[in-house]
């Protein structure tokens, strides 16, 4: 059963909140009760709920009314229902001028709480997302895995398998711009598929070196407020956030060593602490990982956590650059052609020139199906056709005879005698690069005839 959030309940009447406990954990939800006000705000700000139920007329001289007071203080993230058992409306209005999200008179019919309930949960995840999301930078790619060759045709069976099969951690590996990301969402699509509304499930995706250092554990693990000089009010992290869902950590290979401890426990475990935090906070969380890194070679080099490698390693996919993918190429160029003369309501081009689908076919694309997403774009904006030829791409891809030519005339390579590494030429090259044009990645770019895109891949690649 999909997990659907954690319900705590406060009343004083054990009865009523045993009966409410029941009817919603056989709907799938995790309830905590309490039965009486006393260090109540101190437990429940302890174990974060994803919903209060708050009795107003606590037979206490703390009333549910004082409770939720508090919990205002607090500045909580979590939404407060009020039970009264008064009749008048009087209650239920000094309840929602306190901070309460919603309130229920009793005796009270335990599907009507249930749909509040699930339409509150709602509300707070796709706050949530959409709150992490205009904080993120990442600008998501909106190409598909197009292909007919056999190596995406595994793949893509295999992982339907793995999704489908339930598993909780995947790895998927691949040059930068081979569609992790846009694999990682189809895995997500697929291993819930037809089991509610996809629209309500959570699917949060980090990178692990977009943040500073200094932000990143936060941004994982999430806060408790005071925890440090910043920390103004509680806070959830990622792992919090896609409870119920998935999580998507890209360029996990990156990530800092004592980080890679913590995320080991978080899927050994199962449970994640706050910074600041004192009780492990259960979650159920698809974790999906990606890099372009060989994570058997960082591992080897002293970079990655050989623990972590090997629990993430039982279910690795692994993406093909875009030059292995024989006519996909064409494929996904038609694709793109399609998708932007829409976008920009442009006139379609229909038609690839012999001489084009020669270049785009030889073409290396360091910069995979990124670069060729890119390429596409700037034809279907700046060209008038219904066809498209070898004089509408870049000099780049079309190889060394359309570049430079009275350069390269007179351009004369030896070979040492002992031969000597490509990549270390490759890698000289684009040093050298940096330093004449003072680190202007553009400039560079220019110099070896690259696109910024493929450039800056290299660049990375090497470690520049």
């Known amino acids: ?9 406060l009343d004083d009447d054990d009865l009523i909140i045993s009966m409410l406990a029941r009817a919603l954990n056989k709907e799938g939800y995790s309830t905590q009760l309490l039965h009486s006000p006393d260090e109540a705000v101190e437990k429940i700000l302890a174990w974060q709920p994803d919903v209060l139920l708050l009795d107003i007329d606590l037979r206490h001289e703390i009333s549910g009314l004082d409770i939720l007071e508090s919990l205002q203080n607090e500045n909580i993230d979590f939404p407060v229902v009020m039970l009264t058992g008064d009749d008048s409306s009087e ?5 929602l001028r306190f901070g309460a999200a919603d309130y229920q008179h009793k005796p009270f019919n335990v599907e009507e709480i249930k749909i509040v309930i699930d339409q509150l949960l709602q509300n707070a995840r796709l706050r949530d997302e959409v709150s992490y999301l205009k904080q993120s930078n990442a600008n998501a790619l909106d190409q598909i895995l197009i292909g007919k060759s056999p190596a995406i045709a595994k793949i893509m069976d295999d992982a339907r398998k793995i999704a489908k099969a339930g598993v909780t951690s995947v790895l998927i590996t691949g040059k930068s711009g081979t569609g992790k990301e846009v694999l990682a969402r189809r ?13 309500s499930i959570p699917y949060i995706a980090i990178n692990c070196t977009a943040l500073p250092e200094n932000l990143i554990e936060g941004e994982l693990f999430g806060h408790m407020k005071g925890a440090f000089t910043d920390a103004k009010s509680d806070k959830k992290g990622v792992f919090e956030l896609a409870d119920g869902g998935t999580l998507l950590l890209d360029e996990i290979g990156d990530m800092r060593p004592e980080l890679q401890g913590k995320l080991l426990r978080v899927l050994e475990e199962r449970q994640v602490r706050r910074i600041g935090g004192k009780v492990d906070l259960p979650i159920d969380v698809n974790i ?16 990655f956590r050989e623990d972590l490698y090997y629990r993430l390693c039982s279910f690795a996919i692994e993406l093909p650059p875009l030059k292995d993918r024989g006519t996909d190429i064409l494929l996904l160029a038609q694709h793109f052609l399609d998708s932007f003369a829409r976008r920009y309501l442009k006139n379609p081009i229909t038609h690839i020139s012999d001489e084009a689908q020669q270049l785009l076919m030889t073409y290396s694309w360091p910069g995979n199906v990124r670069e060729m997403r890119n390429i596409i774009e700037r034809c279907v904006v700046m060209e008038e056709t219904d066809t498209l030829t070898i004089d509408h791409l870049p000099l780049a891809v079309g190889g060394q005879d359309r570049t430079f030519p009275e350069r390269r005339k007179n351009l004369h390579i030896v070979l040492p005698e002992e031969g000597i590494s490509l990549e270390f030429v490759e890698r000289e090259l684009l040093r050298q690069a940096l330093e004449r044009t003072g680190g202007n990645m553009t400039k560079a770019a220019k110099l070896l005839d690259l696109t910024y895109d493929a450039f800056r891949y290299q660049a990375k690649k090497y470690e520049i």
């Open 187 to 199: 895995m997500h699509h697929w291993h819930f598929e037809g089991k509610r509304d996809l629209n």
């Open 1 to 9: 059963m999909v997990k659907k959030g954690r319900i705590m309940l």
């Open 288 to 303: 999906i990982a990606c890099t372009n890194h060989d994570l058997k070679k960082r591992v080897q080099d002293g970079h």
């Open 91 to 95: 209650s239920a209005i000094t309840a």
